[in-house]
């Protein structure tokens, strides 16, 4: 994605809210996921979905709703553009307006829904108060117009691997040794491979980079240097940090940190 094809909108008075909006995108997302609850539309062009059991082609006109920490690609067909937008929405604030939130993904093709997704997302982009874009966007939430139809399911349960989840997502973990993880469970390092992927929908490595692009992006929100970033979540080096990080924001660090 181009520097000039994609706009980011958030308010530090607003901190349960942020909304991207993109045209012409070549962007393409490594599977990834968020601390937020996502709501999608398509704009135009095509766009190839993917999650853990499912996927689709979304036509434009479509939304999508993706609950928070689900594994997911969400990129256009090959050799083309597409233009998107997207709204972030911190999940304790969205339960305040939309009451009980599905376990999956689920998508809608209906007009006035979208049309009304476009109206909320002209009103966060533009000059009116907090307060005004604060009630449009609960006024969204709470008619339910981001519901649809269930696509799949949340992944299977898998208990036994919760103290691996919580070890890979702690910020301050070191390098993780598949193999002595493989032992704490009894399990070969290619068994544990195969049911962290078939429970997550990522490899734990790759889980272990999503969480820490994850809480980058809440520090680089909350002002903190990009060098301080990359050092404190342990990456090599600064090209290291802002190659992983475009990969699953479809942005620089810098230009997440300093929304247009």
């Known amino acids: 994605m181009t520097q000039s094809s994609a706009r980011l909108w958030r308010d530090p008075r607003l901190p349960f809210v942020e909304s991207r909006r993109a045209t012409d995108s070549h962007a393409c997302y490594r599977p990834h996921s968020h601390s937020t609850w996502s709501i999608g539309v398509v704009d135009r062009g095509r766009s190839d979905f993917s999650c853990p059991g499912a996927g689709r082609v979304l036509e434009p006109g479509t939304l999508i709703s993706i609950p928070a920490w689900l594994p997911h690609a969400c990129n256009p067909l090959p050799g083309r553009t597409w233009g998107y937008q997207m709204l972030y929405v911190d999940v304790a604030w969205m339960r305040r307006w939309a009451g009980t939130l ?55 349960a898998a208990p036994e691997l919760e103290p691996v989840r919580r070890w890979l997502a702690a910020p301050l973990a070191e390098t993780p040794s598949l193999p002595a993880l493989a032992a704490r469970l009894g399990l070969s390092r290619y068994q544990l491979n195969r049911r962290f992927q078939g429970a997550t929908g990522m490899t734990p490595h790759a889980y272990r980079l999503d969480r820490r692009i994850d809480r980058a992006r809440r520090l680089l929100r909350e002002g903190a240097a990009l060098t301080e970033v990359a050092h404190d979540l342990g990456f090599a080096d600064q090209s290291h940090f802002q190659r992983a990080f475009k990969e699953r924001v479809a942005m620089t660090p810098g230009a997440y940190q300093r929304p247009r």
């Open 102 to 156: 599905p376990t999956g993904v689920e998508v809608r093709r209906d007009r006035s829904a979208y049309e009304r997704f476009q109206h909320l997302n002209d009103c966060l982009f533009s000059r009116r108060g907090a307060d005004a874009k604060a009630a449009a966007l609960a006024a969204f939430l709470s008619r339910n117009d981001w519901r649809g139809e269930p696509l799949v399911g949340p992944p299977p």
